[in-house]
C-alpha cells in the first residue's frame, strides 16, 4: 500500500462505519427510509442513531412491535418505488415476518415475470453473544439461504459493513443483512474515500499456505486470532471470508481449496443443514480431488442455544475448536 494510501485510511469500530455508511446513504436518495427504531443500535450505541433520526426525522419510522405488520409494509413500499431498511433486531423476530419475506419479497419478481421489483433491506442480529437463550440467538441465514430470492450478506470488518450495507441499499433484490452484536466494537481501517463492495466478492482476510479456513460473520474475527496463535508454531492458516451466500463466490473459495489441500468451515449455524454443511457439499461435489483430507465443520452443534453462558461456549464454534479441527486436517 503506498503511502497515500495509507494516509486516505481511517480506524473506525464497526458500528461507526455502519452509522457512518447509513448518513451517506440516506443523503445520496431520498427513497431510502429506516423502519425500526433501534435500527443497528445496541446500548452504547444508541445516541449515535439518534442523532440520524433528528436529521431525517421524516424518514425514520419506529413501528410498533409486529414484524409480521412492518416487514409487509416495507415489503408493498418496496414495490411501490421506496427503498426501506427495516430493523428486525434479534435475528429470530424474522420468524414471526416469515411470509412477508420468504414468501412475498423473495418471490415479487419471478412471480410478476419480472415486471414488479422488492428492493427491501432487512437487517439482523444473528448469533451467539452472551445469555441470549434459545429466543434470541439463531442464525436463520441457513433457513434463508434456501429461499431462493433473497440476497445474503454476511459482514465482518468495519470496511465491510460500509461497503456492503451501500451494496445493499442500492440493490434491485431483497436483501437479508446479517450483523453480529460481538462485531460492533471490532476496529479496522476504512477508506476515506470509500466504494460500494459488490455483493459475490469473497475476500481472503489472511493468505497462508497449510490449510483453508472459511468463516463467516463474527467467526472470521475468531479465525484471525485462532490462525495468528498457529503461526507461532509454524501453521499458516489462510482465512476466507464469503461476505455473500447470495451471490456466492465460489471460485475464490475453491481457489484456496486447491492452494491448500485442506479445508476447515467455521460458521454460527446449527451445523445440520447449515451453512457450513452446504459449502462442505460443494467443496466436495467441486473440488474432492483437490483435497489431502477429509473437510471439517465447526459450526453451533444442533440443540436450542442455552441460556448458561459455559454452555453456550461448549455448543458454539470456540476457538479451542477451531483450532482442534485445524490441527486435525493437517494430521
Excluded at 412491535?65 to 427495516?86: D, H, N, Y
Excluded at 455483493?199 to 475468531?222: C, L
Excluded at 461448549?314 to 485445524?326: G, L, T
Aim: proline share 7%; glycine share 6%; charged share 20%.
Amino acid at each position: 500500500m503506498s503511502l497515500p494510501e495509507k494516509k486516505a485510511m481511517r480506524e473506525l469500530a464497526y458500528y461507526e462505519a455502519k452509522f457512518e455508511a447509513l448518513r451517506e446513504i440516506l443523503a445520496a436518495d431520498e427513497r431510502v427510509h429506516l423502519m425500526g427504531g433501534t435500527f443497528l443500535s445496541l446500548n452504547p450505541h444508541r445516541a449515535a442513531f439518534q442523532e440520524i433520526v433528528k436529521r431525517y426525522p421524516d424518514r425514520v419510522v419506529s413501528p410498533p412491535i409486529s414484524e409480521l405488520g412492518f416487514c409487509g409494509l416495507a415489503t408493498g413500499a418496496a414495490m411501490a418505488g421506496l427503498r426501506p431498511i427495516v430493523d428486525l433486531s434479534t435475528g429470530s423476530f424474522i420468524f414471526e415476518a416469515w411470509p412477508q419475506v420468504v414468501n412475498e419479497a423473495a418471490n415479487a419478481f419471478y412471480m410478476s415475470g419480472g415486471q414488479t421489483r422488492a428492493p427491501v433491506v432487512f437487517h439482523l442480529f444473528h448469533g451467539i453473544r452472551g445469555g441470549g437463550a434459545a429466543q434470541h440467538s439463531h442464525s436463520p441465514q441457513a433457513m434463508l439461504w434456501n429461499c431462493p430470492g433473497l440476497e445474503i450478506v454476511l459482514p465482518s470488518s468495519p470496511r465491510d459493513v460500509k461497503g456492503l450495507l451501500k451494496t445493499a441499499a442500492s440493490s434491485e433484490n431483497p436483501t437479508i443483512f446479517v450483523d453480529h452484536v460481538l462485531l460492533l466494537e471490532t476496529r479496522g481501517p476504512v477508506p476515506e474515500n470509500d466504494e460500494a463492495i459488490p455483493f459475490g466478492v469473497a475476500d481472503v482476510k489472511r493468505p497462508g499456505s497449510d490449510v483453508t479456513v472459511i468463516a463467516t460473520s463474527y467467526m472470521v474475527q475468531r479465525c484471525l486470532k485462532v490462525a495468528e496463535r498457529l503461526a507461532s508454531e509454524g501453521i499458516e492458516v489462510e482465512v476466507v471470508d464469503p461476505r455473500t451466500l447470495v451471490p456466492l463466490d465460489f471460485s475464490t473459495l475453491l481457489a484456496s481449496v486447491e492452494k491448500t489441500h485442506r479445508v476447515v468451515i467455521v460458521d454460527e449455524t446449527h451445523q445440520s443443514c447449515g451453512v457450513a454443511a452446504e459449502l462442505a457439499a460443494r467443496i466436495a461435489e467441486e473440488g474432492f480431488d483437490k483435497l489431502k483430507a477429509p473437510i471439517r465443520r465447526v459450526a453451533t452443534l444442533d440443540v436450542p442455544v442455552p441460556f448458561s453462558e459455559p454452555l453456550e461456549e461448549f455448543i458454539s464454534p470456540s476457538e479451542a475448536r477451531i483450532a482442534h479441527a485445524i490441527r486435525s486436517v493437517l494430521r
